[in-house]
């Protein structure tokens, strides 16, 4: 495999993923990574435990996450954003059981950050700040940038892949908030 893929982290997205991870989990990433730029077998069994860790459900947007991993480590952006799509929805769901005037304050068709701005009460600070540092350096970048500077990529292998373990764990965070949108991981409530 051709080991010229930038293996870089933008500070802020590191500093977020050291907020949310454990040391284990980034020592995880790390190994991953290697495994996704080394033999096209390492890189196999990278991307089937990532595709384990993900998840399958809810088909959509998870179904889509889990075909672009297996376009790794050439292609990054729609992870990201897929990753990103998860999140979206399960805030909107949250939302949606917790806020009495939904199609008022809280909206299917609002963006994430307009989202959590609107439910900065209900999330507290904690998570509202992790939150709004996920849509903005990980979330609204994959969907809406498409310059990639100096990189090959807008974001490097080792960026998708540590998007990936924040998904799992802000997702962890969101479904114990909230049943409806537990009910929408396991794909028993449709939007």
Known sequence: MDNNFDLSINKNILDLSRDILSSLEINEVDVLVDQLTESRDSCDRA???LQNKIGRIPKRPLYYLNYELTLLPDQTRDIVRYAGDYVDHLIKHYAHERTRFFKKFCSHS?????????????????LYNILYRYNKLIY???KHDFGVGNRPHL?????????????VNLAKKIIN??????????QQFYC
């Open 47 to 49: 991307i089937m435990f």
């Open 110 to 126: 609002l963006s994430l950050g307009t989202n959590i701005k609107n439910i900065k009460k209900l999330l507290g600070p904690e």
């Open 140 to 142: 609204v970048p994959a």
């Open 155 to 167: 974001f490097s292998v080792k960026e998708a892949v540590i998007v990936c373990y924040i998904t």
């Open 177 to 186: 908030l909230s049943k409806e949108a537990e009910a929408y991981s396991k």
